[in-house]
């Protein structure tokens, strides 16, 4: 029997899903345009007026938020409310540019962890599991969402964060923990960790885990269900947003469900801005309609993937995206071709490789070069050339045949590319060094 945190919100009927977040959206706007002067001259910059916008259908009237707009007003420039209502700051780790700082009341704390207790009691928690958080603590939201969503459910939550992994796995035993969360690339570490202390998954209770803050490929979370013993569930969020629980997965394992009651999706193409329609892969794009201290209206998220509402089995009628693909600035264009590092993820792992790679991209005599470094597992480990030239030719026109380019293969030792504990960093592109 399925179960909801929210029932009546994650099953309503279209009709009265549009019509909340019509309401909310109204209410939204107006104040954000009464308490963001940074917003309100952008809009008024655009050419609309406050009379334009009549109901949410006039949404695409309105101008985009961008990562340019959160640096530009950094760090208060988009607060919605005063400081003494606020209460905490979440922060992204500022990898590609200047740090993203969000701002909290308590209120929208509280929604938030409504969001991700939605996501756990959708992987099968309840009061009686134990849920151990092995996403980063601090300013990465991840463990301050997952650990706000198990409290209110009422499960042991394990605050593990993440890091030594011995000692997770001995939290993992010692309190028999049923629930885990932490990336899937942390996840596959873990799991790869179990296998060498001769743990198989029967000697661990795990049922489910929650892996999200990165794109991962289906064929990854086959290889994490059968290595853990456990159903993988995907779970997506962005910072500026709230942080994970932005939508999560249900049983069906077909795409996320968008907790649409608070984060309004669109899909636009991410060259012309256009709106797309049901089913189309473009950009993602939210406006988030409850936040009280950083509220955004069209924040573009620069996720890459496709929102449907077909029929979920698990009775939920939230919309739903599918697996993003990737962000469109993680996409590598080489020789002109589009490559996301999710489809050669796909390929490795459809190879029987783990997800231990390296994609070295750079640029030699004017012509950019593509280098997939890639650990044998080690089962296949070997040191004789020919095979190993063999299995390296295979990976060539596997990789041929997805991205339709030729890619230069490097099988290296097991063990040989470093671990992550938090989201992977896959790509290096010395044509930016
Ligand atoms: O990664 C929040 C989070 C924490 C989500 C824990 C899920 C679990 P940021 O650090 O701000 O926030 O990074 C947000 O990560 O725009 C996506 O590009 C990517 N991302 C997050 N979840 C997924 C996912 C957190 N399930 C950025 N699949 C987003 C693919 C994801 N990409």
């Known amino acids: 029997m399925e179960r909801y945190y929210q029932a009546d919100l994650e099953c309503a009927s279209l009709e009265d899903m ?14 954000v345009m009464e308490n963001v002067p940074y917003y309100r001259e952008k809009v008024e910059k655009s050419g609309v007026s406050l009379d334009d916008i009549q109901s949410i259908d006039d949404i ?29 700051i979440h922060s992204t780790s500022g990898t590609t540019g200047k740090r993203v700082m969000a701002f909290y009341t308590q209120k929208d704390i509280d929604l938030w962890y409504e969001c991700t207790a939605r996501a756990l009691t959708a992987a099968g928690a309840t009061n009686e599991d134990v849920v151990q958080v092995s996403y980063g603590y601090g300013l990465f939201t991840g463990g301050a969402g997952l650990d706000g969503g198990s409290h209110k459910l009422g499960c042991l939550t394990v605050p593990t964060s993440s890091g030594n992994t011995d000692r997770q796995i001995m939290f993992l035993r010692d309190l028999n923990a049923t629930i885990i969360c932490c990336t899937p690339s942390y996840a596959a570490y873990l799991g790869e960790r179990m296998k060498e202390l001769g743990l198989t998954p029967d000697q661990i209770p795990l049922k489910a885990g929650i892996f999200g ?28 947003l709230s942080g994970p629980g932005v939508a999560f997965e249900c049983s069906e394992q077909t795409g996320m469900h968008i907790n649409e009651d608070h984060f309004y999706p669109e899909i636009i193409d991410p060259d012309t801005g256009e709106v797309l329609p049901e089913g189309s892969e473009g950009e ?12 955004l209206i069209r924040y573009r998220t620069k996720d890459i993937c496709i929102l449907s509402r077909e029929k979920c089995s698990c009775g939920r009628t939230l919309i739903k995206m599918k697996k993003p693909k990737g962000r469109s600035d993680d996409m590598l264009i080489i020789r002109g071709v589009n ?3 999710s489809q050669i993820e796909t390929v490795l792992m459809n190879h029987g490789y783990a997800a231990n790679y390296q994609i070295i991209v750079d640029r030699v005599n004017n012509t950019d070069t593509l280098d997939v470094r890639v650990e044998m597992t080690p089962e296949m480990f070997t040191d004789n050339v020919g095979d190993i030239a063999a299995k390296q030719a295979e990976l060539v026109n596997g990789l041929k045949s997805m991205l339709g380019l030729k890619a230069k293969v490097s099988l290296v030792a097991p063990k040989s590319i470093t671990r992550s504990e938090g989201k992977a960093v896959r790509v290096i592109d010395k044509r930016k060094i």
């Open 18 to 31: 549009r019509a909340l977040q019509n309401e909310k959206f109204l209410s939204q706007f107006r104040r």
């Open 60 to 88: 695409g009237k309105l101008p985009f938020l961008s990562k340019d707009d959160l640096r530009e007003s950094y760090p208060y420039g988009l607060l919605a409310k005063p400081l003494s209502e606020c209460v905490r």
């Open 213 to 240: 803050a990165e794109a991962w490929s289906e064929e990854m979370r086959r290889d994490i269900e059968s290595t853990m013993g456990i159903k993988a569930y995907d779970i997506y969020g962005l910072t500026e």
């Open 284 to 295: 993602l794009v939210f406006t988030s309609l409850d936040k009280e201290a950083f509220p």
């Open 339 to 341: 490559v996301f590092p």
